[in-house]
């Protein structure tokens, strides 16, 4: 069955950065389309960066030029660097995966900007 499992977050001051991984069990990350998105309290999830399984990217235009999504085939992990990081940055980061149009989704990591 597939799993994700995200880790990395955490507190960072203003101007920080963070790297996320997001480690892939029962699947195989360069296979299918990923991503990360991101929640507040009493928002919606929103998306932030998604990666084809060919390899093309794309993000949400408040994180572009900061935030980079990549793959590490051989730890079969999904990662987003983050930097110059903002306060309003802040939210649950969750990976997800869609296979054959069923997304799966991680148990989401806490990143908090604040100084």
Not at 63 to 69: L, N, S, Y
Request: hydrophobic share 35%.
């Amino acid at each position: 069955q597939v799993q994700l499992v995200e880790s990395g977050g955490g507190l960072v001051q203003p101007g920080g950065s963070l790297r996320l991984s997001c480690a892939a069990s029962g699947m195989v990350v360069s296979f299918y389309h990923m991503g990360w998105y991101r929640q507040t309290p009493g928002k919606i999830r929103e998306l932030v960066a998604h990666i084809t399984n060919s390899g093309r990217t794309n993000y949400a235009a408040f994180v572009r030029g900061r935030f980079t999504i990549s793959r590490d085939n051989a730890k079969n992990t999904l990662t987003l660097q983050m930097n110059s990081l903002k306060p309003e940055d802040t939210a649950v980061y969750y990976c997800y995966a869609d296979i054959r149009a069923t997304d799966y989704w991680g148990q989401g990591t806490q990143v908090t900007v604040s100084s």
